[in-house]
């Protein structure tokens, strides 16, 4: 196969956007797409060697399984063991735990199936998943572990006409795609079947399902517009855009156009791929993608309350040096062909080094991260969600509405007025704290959560699809309940970004007043940088005992603009009860106030209900 440095210039165009997307540059807000155009580029790639090496009659799977073992295996295992050292250092058990199921699954090649379960809603964030990045190398080789043996079925047996069932899969991967980002989002992004059409979108490329390109001015128009669209979906996309789905063809049409603008001839923008520096990224950016992330995970979690533009910097620096070194020393030397007797010896030291990761991770898991490397002083507890009514109340992301179980979710009964409690995670976790408190409390209240679903009629995040039906039982709850006061709360900083809007919230409150009914608004709590569990421990490994800590939610802005949508009185803050300024306490002397990076305990919930329903007379 001739080589292209457009090529290796197109993966510097995928990678960098990735790269500056997960430091948190802000134009790059669509750079998560240079992950789709690496599929793009795989498919194309891995498609045109099977398909030569078939035509020449030369092809054989262990041949096949042996470049990928030789092009992938060794970068991936050494980072691996340098993140699993790094990680026994600083991880704390629960994470740690996580962290060895996450090595498993990687050795697998099934991250992305462990991923895609555990994005519950109160699963870690990304920054406790040093290996979270391996989703899409899983995928990849899920593609690989099926494809050639299609394509070699498809010439043995059915003279090529790989057309009658390779198109017909694209088109439904495709379809999966666009449905599954309506009905399962989180399946939809991490798992093969909604992405498989991006690799085949390349492989089509390489089974010259498309012409040759004959006039210099379409190679220069299709590779423009390529471009083109790669750049829009690198600086317009976000995380509000619903993806991949629909919106997944803008970048892989886009990679896609300029691949085959190359295949016949040359162009200005394939002459500026191929430009030293772009090809050098090029060559580097599986060492790149692989390095990136653990390095930027553990910097977080290190210098988490000082970390500065200056770590971001240190971080770019370093994971180019180490893709340098990978790339120089450790990629490159291992690629080389070997006999059929060195294969077999490569296939025993692979299933040998698997089995290795396999067993160490396993290892971590059963032994629950190993707490006693941090002595007896680490802190570390569960929350049961049974008390915020989990399952029943307070529905998960994939539980219907109809799942809500209706006169049951009643806290309290036998009060002349019915109140209903309307909101996402941050209005369940008042439920424990509410039910300490009844007796300061006039009404009936009626539970209705739903996770992520912040309670506004017009609110519709993507990744949380059923809280645009969920909102919309409302009105039917209002009159079957004689509901005459509603509560609304909510993680109001995550749902800002999610693209609630504060005109949205008051149109719903609006509505709801229209009705005679009175609303009350919890506004903004705390809600810390990471856990604060791991807040606390790292303080005391430093010596220092902290209760409190500076949060990155703009608590006052938020809490003032909410203040203005309600009638004056009836908005009450809680972050009072524990914050000055952007510090906030996250325990006492007697207990946590809060269990995770800002949902409450019971002893919170009970100190936060009792200020709360100090203000709200009802």
Request: hydrophobic share 45%; glycine share 8%.
């Amino acid at each position: 196969m001739k080589y292209r440095a457009d090529i290796d210039g197109l993966r510097a165009v995928a990678i960098i956007p990735v790269v500056l997307y997960h430091t948190q540059f802000k134009l790059f807000s669509g750079g998560f797409v240079g992950v789709d155009i690496f599929f793009v580029i795989s498919g194309y790639l891995i498609t045109s060697l099977i398909l030569e090496e078939i035509k020449e009659g030369r092809f054989t799977i262990a041949h096949f399984y042996e470049r990928r073992i030789r092009r992938i295996f060794p970068a991936f295992f050494t980072v691996l063991l340098a993140t699993a050292a790094i990680a026994a250092l600083i991880m704390f058990p629960g994470d740690f735990e996580q962290f060895g199921k996450s090595i498993v699954a990687a050795t697998l090649f099934a991250a992305n199936f462990f991923f895609w379960t555990k994005t519950e809603y109160f699963a870690a964030g990304a920054e406790t998943k040093p290996l979270l990045h391996t989703w899409s190398l899983s995928v990849e080789e899920q593609f690989y572990l099926i494809f050639p043996l299609i394509l070699l079925i498809s010439y043995k047996y059915f003279q090529g006409r790989w057309k009658s069932f390779l198109i017909p899969a694209a088109f439904l991967s495709l379809l999966l795609s666009i449905w599954g980002m309506h009905s399962f989002p989180t399946a939809t992004f991490f798992l093969f079947p909604g992405r498989a059409w991006e690799l085949l979108l390349g492989s089509f490329l390489a089974l010259n399902l498309f012409p040759p390109i004959a006039k210099q001015w379409q190679r220069e128009g299709y590779s423009l517009i390529g471009i083109a669209l790669i750049l829009w979906a690198v600086f317009q996309f976000s995380h509000l855009t619903p993806f991949p789905g629909a919106y997944a063809l803008v970048p892989c049409v886009g990679a896609l156009l300029i691949i085959y603008a190359g295949r016949d001839g040359p162009s200005l923008i394939g002459r500026l791929l191929s430009t030293p520096p772009l090809v050098f990224i090029g060559l580097i950016s599986y060492s790149l993608y692989l390095w990136h992330w653990p390095i930027m995970v553990f910097s977080r979690q290190y210098f988490y309350e000082r970390y500065s533009d200056w770590h971001t910097a240190g971080i770019l620096a370093i994971s180019l040096l180490l893709s340098v070194i990978s790339w120089r020393y450790i990629e490159r030397p291992f690629r080389k062909k070997g006999s059929g007797k060195s294969r077999k010896k490569l296939f025993a030291v692979a299933a040998t080094v698997m089995t290795l990761f396999i067993a160490a991770g396993s290892a971590i898991d059963i032994n629950e991260g190993w707490p006693a490397r941090f002595g007896d002083d680490l802190v570390t507890f569960s929350y049961d969600l049974s008390q915020y009514k989990s399952g029943t109340c307070f529905l998960d992301e994939q539980q219907h509405y109809s799942e809500w179980r209706g006169e049951s979710c009643f806290l309290q009964t036998g009060h002349d007025s019915n109140t209903l409690l309307w909101g996402d995670s941050f209005a369940a976790h008042y439920v424990p704290g509410i039910m300490a408190n009844l007796d300061k409390i006039g009404s009936n209240i009626l539970l209705y959560s739903a996770g992520g679903c912040a309670p506004s009629l017009s609110y519709d995040p993507v990744y949380r699809t059923q809280c645009k039906e969920f909102s919309a039982q409302i009105q039917t709850l209002l009159s079957q309940y004689h509901i005459s006061t509603v509560i609304l709360v909510a993680g109001w900083d995550l749902a800002l970004q999610n693209g609630m809007s504060y005109g949205g919230l008051e149109d719903t409150i609006e509505l709801l007043q229209k009705k005679g009914i009175t609303v009350f608004l919890i506004g903004q709590s705390p809600r810390f940088e990471r856990s604060v569990q791991d807040i606390f421990n790292i303080s005391s490994a430093n010596r220092r005992i902290a209760s409190k800590s500076t949060i990155g939610v703009d608590i006052q802005t938020i809490n003032e603009k909410l203040r203005t949508l309600v009638e004056p009185g009836n908005f009450i803050d809680p972050s009072a009860l524990f914050c000055s300024g952007q510090v906030c306490r996250f325990k006492d002397k007697q207990d946590f106030f809060f269990w995770d990076d800002g949902h409450m305990t019971t002893y919170g919930s009970e100190k936060a209900a009792e200020y709360i329903f100090s203000q709200i007379n009802i």
